[in-house]
């Protein structure tokens, strides 16, 4: 069994920063790469930020210059900085990882969510 424990959503004021934890546990060979996701009500899931296996970072268009992803891949662990936020950032945020759970096996997992709620 694996499990994704996220921290640190909350509520912030507009312009102002959160940063997101993300920790897997369980039985991990690796884990090839970790990321996140959004919902907002109403709206489908979205990625917001990728950290591949070589290091490699990937970021959808409306957070790039204001979130950075990181990863401490001795801890099986992955961050999002979120900076200068806005309202329309208000979302339940998602950790995903890909995890080689055996030999034979390789699945998605994802964390149990966390709201984050940008004020004006």
């Known amino acids: 069994q694996v499990q994704l424990v996220e921290s640190g959503g909350g509520l912030v004021q507009a312009g102002g920063s959160l940063r997101l934890s993300c920790a897997a546990s369980g039985i991990i060979l690796k884990i090839n790469n970790m990321g996140w996701y959004r919902q907002i009500p109403g709206k489908q899931r979205e990625l917001v930020a990728t950290f591949t296996r070589d290091g490699t970072t990937n970021y959808a268009d409306f957070v790039k210059g204001r979130f950075t992803i990181s990863r401490d891949k001795d801890k099986n662990t992955v961050y999002l900085q979120m900076n200068s936020l806005k309202p329309e950032d208000t979302a339940v945020y998602y950790c995903?990882?890909?995890?080689?759970?055996?030999?034979?096996?390789?699945?998605?997992?994802w964390g149990q969510g966390s709201q984050v709620t940008v004020s004006s």
């Open positions: 995903n990882a890909d995890v080689q759970v055996n030999l034979f096996s390789s699945r998605p997992f």
